[in-house]
Nanobody, 126 residues
């Protein structure tokens, strides 16, 4: 059973930084795609960033490119999302997800992921 646990959310001011962590257990992720999504109240879950665990290929949503950085630590089986220059519109519940069934071309879609964490709240005040 794969378990994923996010941490690092909180309340910050616009322009501040946060680093989210997602610790994964149950298996190694050498052949997985790991992703971050977010969901604001009343909105659909949206793609933020993804990384292929094996080769480090990365992609970002246009709304966060240049401000957010996804990375992974193989030894800790953990994926991170470094968020800089946060904006009020970044306020959402952030979820990490893992996929061993999806393809890279579909990694921006939540339906491509078969394992999810419980989410961590990020609130950015103006």
């Amino acid at each position: 059973q794969v378990q994923m646990v996010e941490s690092g959310g909180g309340l910050v001011q616009a322009g501040d930084s946060l680093r989210l962590s997602c610790a994964a257990s149950g298996r190694t992720f050498s052949s997985y795609i790991l992703g971050w999504f977010r969901q604001a109240p009343g909105k659909e879950r949206e793609f933020v960033a993804a990384i292929i665990w094996n080769d480090g290929r990365i992609r970002y949503a246009d709304s966060v490119r240049g401000r957010f950085t996804i990375s992974r630590d193989n030894a800790k089986n953990t994926v991170y999302l470094q968020m800089n220059s946060l904006k009020p519109e970044d306020t959402a519940v952030y979820y990490c997800a893992a996929s061993n069934v999806g393809r890279w071309y579909s990694s921006t879609f939540a339906s491509a992921y078969n394992y999810w964490g419980q989410g961590t709240q990020v609130t950015v005040s103006s």
